[in-house]
């Protein structure tokens, strides 16, 4: 009995002490701590979004600037009464990258739905820019290397700034175009 007695007393003494572990800053001045977690609270992260459901003009707008976000998922046909300039540089698996998505998926990621957006242009300056698996109605303007067609019927004219441009895109094969394809500024 009085074993058992010493072995919860140690026992408890233990639990009280490693509960009891010094400041790790108790050695630093006071003045010195609050620069070192104003220093912390200062450090940014590089960009990075979330993926932005865009169900409306003014989310699709949102999504679409250089404070947006590098996906913007339609889940819905969404007819927008202005141009829409996709500007940013943004980051997707280490390169840049831009995604408007006009499809749902299920879990295997097999296209469920697709959607079409309606806009008088579509201005792409962000880095490889994908229009994937929907109908864009409207003519699409290219001012950036690496602009994608995955999937997309597009209504309307293809224009690129410039031949590099140009060269530097990807129709994929199950893509369509109704209009032209040239060279123009918008």
């Known amino acids: 009995m009085k074993c058992k007695t010493i072995l919860i007393i140690l026992m408890l003494g233990i639990l009280i002490l490693s509960g009891c572990s010094p400041n790790e800053n108790s050695n630093v001045p006071q003045d010195q701590q609050q620069e070192n ?4 609270d200062d450090i940014q992260p590089d960009l990075v979004t979330t993926p932005s459901q865009a169900n409306n003009a003014e989310a699709f707008l949102n999504a679409a600037g250089s404070d947006g976000t590098w996906i913007i998922i339609v889940s819905n046909d969404l007819t927008i009464n202005e141009d829409i300039v996709l500007d940013g540089e943004f980051i997707n698996n280490d390169q840049p990258a831009r995604k ?3 499809y749902e998926q299920d879990e295997n990621r097999n296209v469920t ?3 079409t957006l309606t806009a008088p242009r579509l201005i792409v300056k962000s880095e490889n820019t ?3 698996n929907g109908t864009f109605i409207g003519d699409i303007y290219v001012e950036a290397n690496g602009f994608q067609l995955i999937d997309t019927k597009l209504e309307g004219n293809l224009y690129y700034a410039n031949n590099g441009y140009k060269d530097s895109s990807s129709i994929e094969e199950n893509s369509s175009i109704t209009g032209n394809t040239e060279i123009k500024q918008p």
């Open 100 to 102: 408007i998505a006009l």
């Open 37 to 40: 977690q104003q220093e912390e």
């Open 130 to 132: 994908k229009i994937q």
């Open 113 to 115: 739905a697709r959607y």
